[in-house]
């Protein structure tokens, strides 16, 4: 059973909180239990989780139209929000802390040292992308399905106005400005420890390891700055193409009936490749950069939503930025300085000792994508 990571609000038990909370939701509770950052509840009506969010109620809206869409097209077992008794999906406890109750699912996490898993899991994520494509005037269309009460009462705003304003929600992120500004970071904390008088092995390993992985982050960049690219991100949200942004291990739970895909809340549209590309860089890592295990994984993304030239261009440019190293260093820059990690440098180290093959990677997929 896997649960959602998040904080406790405020520092107070969430089982005193629950009660109160649930009681506003048309479920009949059974049980309850707690799992993994989340409170889990056995209904007459199914399981459930009970979550602390941090999302607007409109961003909550355009999440779950995603999933409704979803669930036309076939899927059953989606983590739909449950809307209160008020026709919210959110509600709030005595302390202000805002919380979502979403339908579970009895399941596994895909395991990533299985092959088979990773197999299926790269197969249903092409048949999610397939399904991820929601053209604005579809969304318009099905405005009424999405709007909770209190956004239909307000008088000052049509539907119309609402879905651009769902929209615009979906459309933050933009991976070149992302990576552009992971290129920053990388040099800043590189001139950080250079003026440094005293420097422990992990800087040093930075240090050494910088000049390489800077000149990959700057050849992706380069290349991902041409129109060509720029228009790819474009042409994905004027089609509605929408990604997960989140599709990871812990997020694929294999159930009885199906895999079941959870937690879409950083959905967005834009170019569906990330998906991939997330979820099999952190797979290739365990794998040690295995050039057999990676071409077989995005053949069989292909045999199913086959990539544009475009998109496997950009899928190559992607692994060939170094985001690994800009995240390790990252991670150190905004930590404390004053002790180094030994996790994080072993990683640092690991990283050093699998370059080598992932550089016949990477010159693998290029001659197959290209």
């Known amino acids: 059973m896997i649960g959602i990571k998040i904080r406790g609000a405020g520092g107070c038990k969430m089982e005193d909180k629950t009660e109160e909370i649930v ?68 509600t709030r406890d005595k302390q202000g802390n805002v919380w979502i109750l979403k339908r579970w ?43 909770t009460q209190e956004q239909e009462q307000e008088q000052e705003q049509t539907k119309t106005d609402c879905l651009e304003d769902f929209k615009k929600l979906g459309c933050k992120k933009e991976i070149t400005g992302t990576l552009h500004r992971h290129m920053r970071e990388m040099k800043r904390v590189y001139n950080y420890i250079r003026t440094k008088k005293q420097k422990n092995e992990m800087e040093i390993c930075i240090l050494n390891l910088f000049p390489l992985y800077y000149e990959q982050a700057g050849k992706a960049l380069e290349q991902m700055d041409q129109e060509s690219f720029l228009y790819l991100q474009q042409q994905s949200v004027d089609e509605g193409r929408l990604y997960h942004g989140s ?44 050039v057999h295990s990676g071409v077989k994984m995005i053949e069989e993304y292909q045999k199913i939503r086959p990539l544009s030239d475009i998109e496997a261009k950009m899928l190559y440019l992607l692994f060939l930025f170094p985001e690994k190293f800009w995240k390790q260093i990252n991670f150190y820059y905004n930590g404390k300085k004053s002790w180094m990690s030994l996790k994080n440098y072993e990683k640092l ?18 001659g197959l994508l290209f």
């Open 105 to 147: 699912f009895l399941g596994r996490e895909c395991n990533l040292h299985d092959n088979d898993d990773v197999r299926e899991a790269v197969q249903n994520l092409a048949c999610l992308h397939r399904e991820l494509v929601y053209p604005v005037q579809d969304m318009i269309k099905d405005a009424s399905k999405i709007l």
């Open 23 to 90: 009681k506003q939701y048309p479920i009949h509770v059974n049980g309850k239990r707690r799992i993994r950052g989340a409170i889990l509840f056995e209904a007459k009506e199914g399981i459930f989780t009970l979550i602390h969010c941090r999302e607007s109620e409109k961003k909550l809206s355009f999440t779950e139209q995603i999933k409704m869409k979803l669930e036309e097209q076939g899927r059953r077992e989606i983590d739909m929000a449950l809307k209160t008794e008020n026709g919210s999906y959110t």
């Open 247 to 290: 599709y990871n291990h812990h997020n694929i739970l294999f159930t009885e009936h199906e895999i079941a895909v959870v937690n879409f809340e950083r959905a967005e549209f834009g170019m569906q490749i990330v998906d991939l590309y997330h979820f099999l860089r952190k797979w290739m890592e365990k794998k040690g950069w295995s």
């Open 349 to 366: 180290r690991k990283m050093e000792e699998q370059e080598q093959e992932r550089q016949k990677f990477l010159r693998e997929i290029r």
